[in-house]
């Protein structure tokens, strides 16, 4: 297929824009590189000189959007571009919605524009487990047909997309061209790519997985819990640790099987919740380091528990975590960052 992968110069945008171009398929990433690395998409065009192009634009810029579709000839697209730091939204919210929403909207209109006017065939849409707030204890592990209510802005953004979008689709059903539409909710996503070649390069850096690795590699003094009386078994917040490649197995087989007509919304995270203080015993493990952990109070906007029911992934995509040992998703991701301590300026 053809594909457009906005945000395809940030961490898991560039692991979906290797792995499609491993599969056969042309890409043209899309990203204003606010977040996102020139150095993955230089490597990518290295190495799929004839299949790949990296267009530095706004996903907003419904011209250069509508110019990128047109002139590469993409049907399908893949939204990974956004602001995505829970804490960033609740500190500066208006941002948030602007880059996700109204810079989303701005995409849209370049895909329902593109083609003369036919637009583009596919969309899937990086959502969010965020998107279900704190479930119902009776909720958790959490199914697709969960109640979603956000606790921050980040999670809001990612939900209100998701309704304009479904509106969006019942549109094109409406005008008799159909689209197919698949958004798909992470959990949390860490490690990095079999290879070597792509990592997790974020500034600022607040994801606990590389934050407590950066502990481990003394590149900061030491790392803060927020929140540790928190209503779990040893008083710190759960999520579900999905592996970057297995994520992105997820949209190859949600492109091949979502049809056109079909909106689906599929999670995407292993099924098993590990608590803070467990990851940061399973980056001790790896790193052999036990770096300084201090007690913080909560973190404004963190939801307490969130682990998946992979269920419906499994029985309609097939899909299945191929990672879920924590140790070897830490090992992926720890890496990386040792082999590059200065990220992707090495
Ligand atoms: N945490 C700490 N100390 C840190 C960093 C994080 O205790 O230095 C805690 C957080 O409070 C939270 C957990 O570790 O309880 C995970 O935090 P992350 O920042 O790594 O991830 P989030 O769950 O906040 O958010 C991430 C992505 C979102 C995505 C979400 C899904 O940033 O885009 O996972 O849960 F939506």
């Not at 979906?16 to 043209?28: E, I, N, P, Y």
Request: charged share 20%; proline share 5%.
């Amino acid at each position: 297929m053809r594909i457009l992968v906005t945000g395809g110069a940030g961490y898991i945008g560039s692991h979906a824009c290797q792995r499609l171009l491993k599969d056969g398929h042309t890409v043209v990433a899309l990203d204003n590189l606010l977040r996102g690395h020139q150095k993955p998409m230089d490597m990518l065009k290295a190495a799929h000189a004839k299949s790949f192009n990296f267009v530095h634009a706004d996903l907003g810029d419904s011209k250069a959007v509508l110019e990128t579709l047109d002139t590469n000839e993409l049907d399908t697209v893949m939204h990974f571009g956004a602001l995505a730091y829970v804490g960033e939204s609740v500190e500066d919210p208006l941002w948030y919605y602007r880059n996700n929403i109204s810079s989303g909207i701005g995409l849209l209109d370049a895909c329902d524009a593109a083609h003369g006017g036919k637009g583009i065939k596919r969309f899937i849409f990086s959502s969010s487990c965020a998107t279900y707030g704190n479930p119902p204890t009776n909720m958790i592990p959490v199914p697709e047909h969960c109640p979603q209510s956000p606790t921050s802005p980040y999670g809001y953004t990612k939900l209100h997309f998701e309704h304009i979008l479904k509106d969006y689709a019942n549109k094109r059903t409406i005008d008799n061209n159909p689209i197919a539409l698949t958004m798909l909710r992470y959990f949390n996503v860490a490690g990095s790519d079999r290879t070597g070649m792509l990592g997790e390069d974020h500034t600022p850096e607040t994801h606990l997985i590389p934050v407590a690795i950066d502990a481990a590699l003394g590149k900061r003094e030491s790392m803060s819990i927020f929140g540790t009386d928190y209503p779990t078994p040893d008083g710190t917040n759960i999520r579900d640790y999905v592996h970057v490649e297995d994520l992105i197995s997820a949209h190859a087989l949600a492109m091949d099987s979502t049809q056109i007509g079909q909106i689906e919304a599929f999670n995407v995270g292993i099924g098993k919740g590990y608590s803070v203080r467990e990851i940061l015993d399973s980056v001790k493990r790896v790193s052999g380091v036990d770096f300084t952990v201090h007690d913080a109070p909560k973190r404004a906007g963190d939801a307490i528990a969130l682990y998946n029911n992979p269920a419906k992934i499994k029985s309609t995509l097939g899909w299945d975590a191929q990672i879920t040992d924590i140790d070897e998703v830490v090992a992926s991701a720890f890496n990386w960052l040792k082999d590059h301590p200065n990220g992707y300026r090495d």
